[in-house]
Every structure is written in C-alpha cells, then in structure tokens.
C-alpha cells in the first residue's frame, strides 16, 4: 500500500471512529441520547411524567442516570421510585431536540391521608380536608378508579392546585393517586398557605382542615414567625380522630409556594391556568405569572390544564410563538382492541375510530407492567383504554393510554351522542354506531335505570353518554344488546 492510500484509509478510519464513538445516535423514546440541534439551554421544566425510557416530562426525555439527584418528599430516592402521573420539578440543559441531562428531579406529594368523603359521581373525593378533583387523565395505583376508595382509606394525592391565592380555597387537581396499604404507619402530608392563625390557641388551617401546632417542630425557624398566607408543609403520624377533626401536627416546615427560575432561564410549566386577563394577555400557571402577549390566547380559561414554554424574564414567564398545548377535560373512553398503530403519525386505530396520542399523553402497561411502555409496543389485538378529549376538529386526543391485560370484559365507549333513532333503539357515538336492544339497560343521571323509549326521549343529542357491550360486526360499531348505554354526568 503507497503512502497515500495509507494516508486515505487512515482519515476514512478516523471519520469512522469519531462516527460510532462517545454518545452514539438512539432514539429519545427508547431513553437513548442523541446529538444536541443547538446548544444546551439550562431549564426548569414542571409537569407529569408521562412516560419512561428516561422520565418525559413535557414531551422531552430527561436522563435518568445515577448522577441525577432524584428526591421524593424530601427523602432521597431513585429512578425506580418514580411513577407515571406523578407531578415532578426537574432542572437540567434541555438540548432543545427533545432530550435533556437532568440534574435534578423533585417530587412531592400534595396530600396524603385518610379519605373523609367519597363523591363518585361527582367525580371528588376529600383528603385530610382537602378537596380532590378527579377526571379522565388522573392515574390510579393500587386501585381501578375513584369506586375502588371508600371512607377511612389512606390515599397519596399528586397534581396541580387550582389558584394560588393565599385568600381563597385551593383544591386540588389530582393527576395521581395511589391507595396506601393498610394498616398504613407512615407520615401523614398536607401542603398549603396558612389561614385563620389562631396565634393564642396555636391553630391555624389548611383549606378546611384545622391543625395544632402546639407541640410542632419548625424547620425553618421558630412558630412565632408563622402568619397568614406561608406556605406550609405539614406532617405527623397521628391520624386524626375521628376523620376530620384537628390534625395534630409534629413537623411545619415553611416552602415557597411556588419556583423561582433564574432569570433568562427557559422554564416549561404544565398546570392549571388562573387569574387569566384576556385584554391583557397574562395569566398564570402552577402560580408562576405568564405574559403571552405574542401569541393567540382564544380558548383559554381559569381551570384549563395546559402546558407553556418560555423565557423567565424580571419575574415573568414570557411565551414565545407557540400557543399553550391545553388538555380539555378527558370526556372520551374507549376501551377496545388495538386495530392499527401508526407510529409514525402517533396514532392508534379503536373501534374504527382514529386517536391521536401526544408528547404529553400518559403511558402506562398494566398488562405486563413494562416500565418503558411506549407507542412502538403496541401491536394490533391489544387491549387498551384510552381517556381523551374531543377538539373543536372532530380529532381525539388521548390524555392517558393504558394497555390492559385480555381479555376484555367488554368494549366500552363513552363520548358526545350525535345522532339518536327511538325506532331502532339506535345511536351514534362519536360517529360510532351503537345498537341498542330488549336486553339493553337504559340509565338516565344519577344512575337511574328506565327504559328505552323514556331514555330516548330524555337524552339530548350532545350529551356525553357511555355504552357497554361487545365489539360490532366488522369492529367499527358497539353491539349493546345486552349491555347498557348511560348518561355520563360528568
């Protein structure tokens, strides 16, 4: 071999090497890095993990490696600790092709304790005095839904408060909850702003719930220093007895309310919009002051869970181009057999009806309990259950996709009703053919069983009504004949 050709094979091998070396190429859905479009820019992103493969959150793929400092409740924990559903902080370098090296990660807990009240239909529940939000997107541990908590349960509650305005009630959004196994001796928690401070008595409460801080331990400082409006972590081990009454509390420790990203950092928040102007252009998420003045903010509302992306300017969180993905309320349930995935178009075909499945969809596999459960996995005859919302488009849009294990029970859709034929005791759901029959159980709100001709004659086109039975002929319609179609309060 002459010189040249040495010196030829010798660069050929050097691109080679430099091509396959370090980081390698991999795809961020399977957890692998990829090369960095632009610089790594640091962020504080906060919203729900909705996948894992690393922790995605916010649709970008965030390490997951030992070096990243994971802590739950204030304890240290791991990778393995965290769960789909769970609102978590995370700081890292987003590198803006979403993946990002994530140094840390932060979960808490917004409440956790026993259950005071149960409103099923209602879609609430109550906790240490807190009430509880439930809706289609929320992720449940240890229990099916909202039918599986009773009184007296021990329940952990993650997600969003709907304002943060110390001077009024701040619910909660739950995004997950998880049913403690009894008899449970762990710590008792309960986050929120101080109100009606009883310095003399040493009470003050959260929401409804009144607390004795008599014989508390303060974390940051000393008791006298507590007043109306701090924003307080409480905890103890007694429960109270009976359920609701004062909670006596052994540790108080004084938080922020809310972040405070370093100027000029790019901050990414999902939550629940409040204190929103119109004619101004601002509102606010997770309590963190958004100005959107770039952008088109039609459509928005105090209540609407979204997710906004921009730069921390003096104390502000200002928008850039893109408009704010909202999440409506997660009205569609399909549960059925898997006809077609699409991975590119991240789609998946259910009973004829195509579904669109976001960066911010939650993914979870209760079939075999894989933990890095994503789109690719699915295979046509699987069975899954979707939650979604209807765009103004006609599109569905899956807030949360869990494969289930089969067989199914049955095949369940629950959406708008837009058409209705008394004659035929026949429907259309969502452009789905729904028949009903002799053997078909007919329930009006609130659960009330009639039969057809007075539920027909009941039940508005426009409503959100559920049906229960079997996979049609061709798979494209529900057969109800001996199932049931109900009114859907919520």
């Known amino acids: ?24 190429g991999g795809d961020p859905a399977a957890g692998g890095a990829t090369s960095p479009t632009a610089a790594a820019q640091s962020t504080l992103s906060m919203g729900a993990i909705s996948g894992f493969g690393s922790v995605i959150v916010n649709g970008v793929h965030w390490s997951d490696d030992a070096s990243v400092e994971i802590t739950l409740d204030d304890d240290k924990g791991n990778k393995d600790d965290l769960r789909v559903g769970m609102v978590v902080e995370i700081e890292g370098d987003n590198n803006g092709n979403g993946t990002g090296k994530a140094r840390k990660i ?61 001077t009024q009630t701040n619910n909660i959004v739950a995004r997950r909850i998880e049913k403690k196994s009894a008899p449970f001796t762990g710590e008792l928690k309960v986050r929120g702003f101080v109100k009606a401070l009883d310095a003399t008595a040493k009470t003050f409460k959260i929401n409804t719930l009144v607390i004795d801080f008599n014989t508390a331990q303060f974390s940051s400082g000393a008791a006298a220093s507590l007043q109306n409006g701090l924003f307080v972590d409480v905890r103890t081990h007694a429960l109270p007895t009976p359920l609701g009454s004062t909670l006596v509390a052994e540790i108080v420790k004084v938080k922020d309310a809310k972040p405070a990203p370093a100027e000029g950092a790019r901050v990414e928040v999902e939550g629940i919009i409040s204190d929103l102007d119109p004619a101004a252009k601002t509102f606010k998420v997770g309590g963190i002051p958004v100005d959107a003045a770039a952008i088109d903010i039609s459509g928005l509302a105090n209540g609407m869970k979204v997710e906004v992306k921009g730069t921390f300017t003096n104390g502000v969180l200002v928008l850039g181009a893109n408009k704010p993905e909202r999440e409506m309320e997660a009205r569609v349930k399909i549960q059925a057999l898997v006809q077609a995935v699409d991975t590119t178009a991240q789609t998946i075909t259910l009973l004829g009806k195509t579904v669109k499945v976001t960066a911010l969809t939650q993914l979870r596999d209760k079939a075999t309990d894989m933990r890095t459960f994503s789109l690719s996995d699915l295979v046509v005859g699987d069975a899954v259950e979707v939650r ?58 609130n659960d009330q069983p009639a039969n057809a001709a007075a539920w027909f004659d009941a039940t508005a086109v426009g409503t959100i009504v559920k049906a229960r039975g079997v996979e049609g002929s061709g798979g494209t319609s529900v057969d109800a004949t001996s199932g049931e179609v109900e009114v859907e309060e919520n």
């Open 388 to 445: 979604a919302f209807e765009e103004t488009n006609g599109d569905i849009v899956a807030v949360k996709l869990e494969r289930q294990k089969k067989p199914l029970a049955n095949v369940i859709l629950q959406g708008r009703m837009d058409t209705k034929d008394a004659a035929t005791t026949s429907l259309t759901i969502l452009g789905v053919a729904v028949q009903g029959g002799a053997q078909t159980q007919w329930r009006l709100a």
């Open 106 to 166: 932060r979960f808490e807990n917004i409440v956790r304790g026993p259950v005071e009240s149960v409103d099923v239909a209602g879609n609430t529940l109550v906790v240490l005095g807190q009430a509880v939000k439930v809706g289609g997107a929320t992720m449940f541990d240890d229990v099916t839904d909202l039918t599986g908590i009773a009184t007296g349960d021990i329940v952990a509650v993650s997600g969003w408060f709907d304002n943060f305005d110390p």
């Open 1 to 24: 071999m002459n010189i040249s050709l040495k010196r030829l094979w010798l660069v050929l091998m050097l691109i080679f090497v430099a091509g396959c070396g370090g980081g390698g």
